[in-house]
């Protein structure tokens, strides 16, 4: 039976893959099932010749996810993974970009263990080969067999005991800001019962914006080490989320939909990001440590960040947040005026790029507001060429305007813009469409991120 198991695992042996360093390669899936099943065949060998396991209490000290790991198994349980990091012997490793260094004793029995398995290795090959050939000394060279598993067993028990719970005390520091949110949202959600039961609909007390500061503050740095597909911005404060609470108590739908979208967006995600952190106070051990690992807690980040950014530019910003609400407030004027607009909007046609940024700059030219201008194409007023260009288009409209009535002037070229037909035009129409377009271009294309942010916002797309 004992040379079943030392046949199949010299089989298992000789097929062992190797890198050029001379460490097995266990990444590639016949490298780690070789080694697997030869681990397995070496832990038969320890039961069929009565080899006593080292100690493995200290696995009851694992945390849950490293304990299920070795659920369902035996006292041994040789896990590849386990040898992989003894022949790796990385003196840290890197969770959230943060460096932790094993002691240097992970580094020596690392390196004890690994060299133990090669001598291990090697022994079962040469009983295989030998067995045959010097039968009369079979049973002393199994009995130095047992002696080599016994050590094996030894060092793997020394080294996979102080791995791993080095590894815990890595994965509750790199937990840490977890934990604190956790901590945080406890605290606010005490404040937010104890106004409820006195009456109150909302909580307005030093304390309490308080804690939502550090809450945000904390979410911060864990979108700077979590979110890996957004920006991982760590400058988003509470100013965002009392400027949003204030648009939604001073501005109405029939002002602004579009900006009450957009603080209602911000207050969801911090809503969002609570609940996450809430859930994960049920089941700290069972959170990947690499925080990026945890796909809710990415999602609540990346939509955390899209809101509030896009917060922190219009609503904090007093010329962009007074740009933002005349503009879509045009915008949404436009979709209930025209219905070819709102369609438009709707299925984002291509051509809406066009004739929204035109309309707009029809309405300046109107109202003489060159807010728009100075944030998305201030070249209009720093460059002389363009300056120019833009002075005789208002010199051009005001002159329609003189010659006929102000606001039938203003609803000609509105349709004309809408209707993009300029062939039964007349000449002086024609040419104050063409700089209209050709400055809506220069509008969208100056800064193409910033004024497609605008016009998402403007139609609803947060």
């Not at 016949?30 to 697997?36: A, K, L, N, R, V």
């Not at 490793?93 to 932790?100: Q, S």
């Not at 300056?387 to 010659?403: C, D, G, H, I, V």
């Amino acid at each position: 039976m004992e040379f079943n198991h030392i046949e199949a695992g010299a089989m298992n042996a000789k097929r062992f893959q190797y890198r050029r360093n001379g460490n097995l390669d266990l990444e590639s899936i016949d490298g780690y099932c070789f080694c697997g099943e030869f681990l397995l065949h070496i832990e038969q060998l320890a039961k069929l010749l009565n080899v006593k396991p080292a100690n493995r209490e200290y696995r009851g000290q694992f945390s849950q996810p490293y304990k299920m790991l070795y659920a369902n198994h035996s006292d041994f349980c040789y896990l590849t993974e386990i040898l992989d990091l003894a022949q790796e012997c990385f003196p840290y490793i890197v969770v959230n970009g943060e460096k932790y260094i094993f002691s240097s004793n992970v580094l020596r029995y690392g390196e004890q263990l690994a060299e133990t398995f090669r001598v291990l290795k090697d022994r079962v090959i040469e009983l295989y080969e030998i067995a045959y050939d010097d039968c009369d000394n079979i049973m002393e060279k199994v009995e130095k067999l047992r002696e080599q598993i016994k050590e094996f067993d030894r060092r793997w028990a020394r080294f996979e005991k102080i791995y791993v719970l080095e590894l815990i005390l890595i994965d509750k520091d790199a937990r840490r800001f977890v934990l604190q949110a956790i901590e945080l949202d406890s605290k606010m959600r005490a404040c937010e019962i104890s106004e409820s039961l006195k009456g109150s609909v909302s909580v307005n007390t030093a304390v309490y914006d308080l804690l939502r500061r550090k809450f945000v503050a904390l979410c911060g740095k864990i979108n700077a080490v979590a979110n890996s597909v957004g920006k991982g911005r760590d400058d988003l404060s509470l100013e965002i989320l009392l400027a949003a609470e204030e648009t939604c108590r001073t501005i109405t739908d029939n002002k602004s939909r579009a900006m009450r979208k957009l603080a209602g967006k911000i207050k969801e995600t911090f809503a969002s990001l609570r609940q996450v952190f809430r859930k994960y106070s049920h089941c700290i051990e069972l959170i990947d440590p690499e925080l990026s690992n945890n796909q809710d807690l990415l999602t609540a980040l990346v939509n955390f960040e899209k809101a509030w950014e896009r917060g922190k530019n219009f609503l904090i910003n007093a010329r962009a947040n007074k740009v933002l609400l005349e503009f879509s407030e045009h915008v949404e004027g436009l979709a209930e005026k025209y219905e070819a607009i709102k369609e438009k909007m709707e299925s984002m046609d291509a051509e809406i790029f066009i004739t929204i940024p035109s309309l707009a700059i029809l309405r300046s030219l109107d109202d003489n507001n060159n807010d728009m201008y100075s944030i998305y194409y201030p070249e209009v007023q720093s460059n002389p060429k363009e300056a120019k260009a833009f002075n005789e288009l208002k010199k051009m409209y005001k002159e329609m305007r003189r010659k006929g009535e102000r606001h039938k002037v203003y609803n000609e070229v509105e349709r004309a813009i809408l209707e993009n037909e300029t062939r039964k035009a007349k000449r002086e129409m024609k040419k104050l469409l063409h700089e209209i377009k050709r400055l809506a271009i220069l509008l969208q294309r100056n800064k193409p991120s910033d004024w497609n942010t605008l016009m998402e916002i403007a139609m609803g797309i947060v």
